[in-house]
């Protein structure tokens, strides 16, 4: 039996598009669109830098209260998540056409295995997230003895 293992460049940021490794295979090798995929919902757009110390995110989030976007780093794999809310407008007005959106979101990453996670930075302003991932000084290289 022929047994398919996902290589990841070293040091390459990958997205987690759906959850499902196989399907973030397939969606990463065929397509690099992510429309196709995400067909309705909130799905912010993400740039991503890097320069000799940090990983650098931002985060389109227009319309998202600071207080309403969640960050986290479990296990190398960055996820970004919040909830843009509705608002709430007059019963009276006859809304013609409606193309503004609420609901949840969520975005996850692998990041390189030398990050420092413990000084990740984060800051919000003018719908745009900002994440500042400190990259690791000590890249651990183990000699292991042989018996």
């Known amino acids: 039996a022929m047994k398919l293992v996902r290589y990841n460049e ?6 987690r598009t759906t959850g499902n490794w196989m399907e973030d ?12 995929f995400v067909s309705s919902g ?4 993400v740039d991503i830098e890097e320069n000799e110390k940090d990983y650098i995110f931002k985060v389109e989030v227009p319309g ?7 960050v986290e ?4 794999v960055l996820t970004i998540s919040g909830e843009k809310k509705e608002v709430v ?3 009276e007005k006859n809304v013609f056409r409606k193309e503004s959106y ?3 979101f969520s975005r996850s990453f692998t990041l ?8 990740a930075e984060a800051k919000c302003e003018d719908g745009i997230l900002f994440l500042k991932i400190p990259k690791s000084n000590d890249k651990v290289k183990k000699k292991i003895k042989i018996k």
């Open 10 to 15: 070293p040091g390459r940021i990958v997205p």
């Open 42 to 45: 909130i799905y912010p757009k």
């Open 73 to 76: 780093i479990d296990d190398r």
């Open 25 to 36: 295979l397939f969606s990463e090798f065929f397509d690099s669109s992510i429309d196709r």
């Open 112 to 119: 390189p295995e030398h990050v420092t996670s413990e000084q």
């Open 102 to 104: 609420s609901g949840t």
């Open 89 to 91: 407008e007059e019963k």
């Open 64 to 70: 998202v209260k600071k207080e309403d976007v969640n």
